[in-house]
């Protein structure tokens, strides 16, 4: 644990003038330092001093106020003084540590446990404000760290299910399985994940592990679903039968897995990483359509086209 018996609250999912409601504390030379007191106010010059400084993206908090951060999220959510795409900022960015804790965390149950309430507030804002999902999807897709990726993954297979017409409780759930689809790669070995160029077949057979070591961490914990394991075990095979590592088709594919079998690959597509050049929306799914045909469930890349076409008009 980089500090124990505390959490990290990025800067950007605070609000400068607002009272927080739990003390801020930054680490220096290996001490929590108090910050800023429950109730006091952030500044936002001093944000923005902060903000340069090397340990500048986050502050730590007490996990003995962990309700109380998650409280103060839920109230910027439902705040009428704070426009669609300030809520956006605060959603994604609270979230992103606590996508970086799940991928961290030892105890797998209580990251499951933490995810679903996130979810929910995901579900609830792009169900309330019908711009809410153009925000979302514009603040996706800058940087490729796997937690960013599970995120964005989840944003777009969420927007996806919607348009498909899918009920609040599945797209609870698809939302909860799409953010671990990649929680096998916990147990591929670091070099390979982040190895810059092409992997070789002895890594490639490494990393086409990992849905299988995602369904051995998942089946060990009560509080995953089959659907959670299903999208992670299933999210690459292909429609065509062609996939790893049962090599299913059509829809003997989870209907989750399917989805994010596309999200999944319009996200890497997008993405900068750092041996390739990110394709733009329009190129990725034409790409997806024409030269992958056959490797996704058609009616659901249909979906993904109105989502994407949605936001180009908001
Ligand atoms: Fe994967
Ligand atoms: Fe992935």
Redesign the pocket.
């Known amino acids: 644990m980089e500090n124990p018996g505390h959490f990290k609250v990025r800067i950007n999912s605070l609000i400068p003038g607002k009272p927080t409601t739990f003390n801020l504390y930054l680490k220096l030379n290996n001490q929590n330092v108090l910050y800023l007191r429950a109730g006091d106010r952030l500044d936002g010059e001093k944000i923005k001093v902060l903000t340069t400084k090397d340990s500048g993206s986050h502050f730590w908090v007490n996990e003995a106020e962990r309700k109380m951060y998650k409280g103060y999220v839920h109230d910027q959510m439902v705040s009428t003084d704070l426009n669609v795409r300030e809520k956006s900022v605060v959603l994604r960015e609270s979230t992103i540590s606590l996508v970086e804790e799940m991928f961290e965390n030892p105890d797998v149950n209580q990251a499951l446990e933490n995810s679903r309430p996130v979810i929910k507030e995901f579900v609830n804002f792009m169900q309330g404000e019908p711009e809410a999902m153009g925000h979302l999807i514009s603040l996706s897709g800058h940087d490729f760290y796997t937690f960013n990726h599970s995120l964005d993954v989840s944003v777009y297979s969420l927007g996806l299910a919607e348009a498909m017409g899918f009920t609040k409780t599945d797209l609870e759930e698809m939302g909860v399985g799409a953010l671990f ?2 929680i ?2 916990r147990h591929v070995s670091l070099d390979i994940l982040c190895k810059k160029g092409p992997l070789s077949d002895v890594e490639w057979a490494q990393m086409q592990k ?2 299988q070591y995602g369904l051995m961490i998942l089946n060990e914990y009560p509080n995953s679903s089959d659907a959670v394991k299903a999208t992670c075990f299933e ?2 095979e292909n429609f065509l039968g062609n996939g790893y590592p049962q090599q299913l088709q059509g829809q003997e594919i989870h209907p989750f897995a399917r989805i994010v079998a596309i999200t ?1 690959t319009y996200d890497a597509l997008t993405t900068q990483r750092s041996y390739n050049v990110p394709m733009t929306p329009t190129d990725a799914v034409t790409m997806m359509k024409d030269k992958l045909a056959g490797k996704y469930d058609p009616e659901m890349l249909k979906a993904l086209y109105s989502v994407l076409f949605k936001l180009k008009a908001a």
Do not use: F, L, N
Request: glycine content about 12%; hydrophobic content about 0%.
């Open positions: 689809h990649d096998g790669k990992h849905p999210h690459h999944d």
